[in-house]
């Protein structure tokens, strides 16, 4: 397909072309924001398997639930919207582990980059490892609400579009997740790593370095079926 055919056309008309029956416009939108609805699922689920089937449903989800989207958000909250509640489907149905529990006043992103690349050195990988071996042990809605606020960078009122609850209900479930899982992830960071990068930064560009090779490719994205409208 040719991108440049969409130019700047936005994400609502793209929505709108593909429900009258645009056979590339769906296609264009799934280029647009497939990354961060990967990197989304990967941190939430923690399985590489998991996150690629839970992104194939929600993208099939949300191709044959297009007619419904009346413009009452950004398209993009839609499908991150649509994306966590196949995750938290996803996660309720695993057997959750219980743990000891970043402390309230710690991000996680001075554990891990939102969007740090795969090439990271290996201690970084490792990093990574760790830190969702711990987000899998917190109950799924806890785990939805850092992994946007604290690892993609959306602000809460927005995180609190995608998940459907008040700003305070997301605050409250940062907080216990961040508590939960600071006596697991004290010695991941010990003194000078949080000097690594600068203090409070955070990377908000729409784009995630997260490898998408395990998930769903443009095509396939919209014709493996298991979705829900």
């Known amino acids: 397909m040719d991108n440049a055919r969409f130019g700047d056309t936005s994400d609502g008309e793209l929505l709108k ?7 590339d416009a769906f296609g264009e939108l799934v280029r647009r924001h497939r990354d961060r609805l990967w990197a989304v699922a990967l941190r939430t689920l923690g399985d590489r398997e998991e996150a690629a089937d839970a992104v194939q ?3 099939v989800s949300a191709y044959r639930a297009a007619h419904t989207f009346r413009g009452q958000s950004a398209v993009t909250t839609w499908l991150h919207r649509i994306t966590v509640n196949a995750c938290l489907d996803r996660a309720r149905k695993a057997a ?3 743990t000891s529990p970043v402390a309230e006043t710690e991000r996680l992103e001075q554990l891990l980059e939102p969007h740090e690349s795969a090439a990271a050195p290996a201690e970084r990988g490792d990093l990574h490892r760790e830190l969702l071996r711990a987000l899998r042990t917190l109950p799924p809605e806890q785990r939805a609400a850092l992994v946007l606020v604290d690892m993609q960078g959306y602000p809460v009122a927005e995180a609190a ?8 209900t997301v ?9 939960r899982l600071l006596p697991m992830l004290t010695h991941l960071h010990p003194s000078g790593r949080g000097s690594d990068s600068p203090s409070g930064a955070r990377n908000r560009t729409q784009g995630t370095s997260v490898p998408p090779a395990a998930g769903p490719n443009d095509t396939d994205a919209v014709k493996g ?3 829900r409208a």
């Open 96 to 98: 959750s582990r219980r």
């Open 225 to 227: 079926g298991g979705g």
């Open 17 to 23: 072309r593909h429900v009258a029956g645009d056979p």
């Open 161 to 168: 579009k995608i998940l459907e609850v008040p700003t305070g």
């Open 171 to 179: 605050k409250s479930r940062c907080a216990r997740g961040r508590a």
């Open 57 to 59: 449903d929600a993208l």
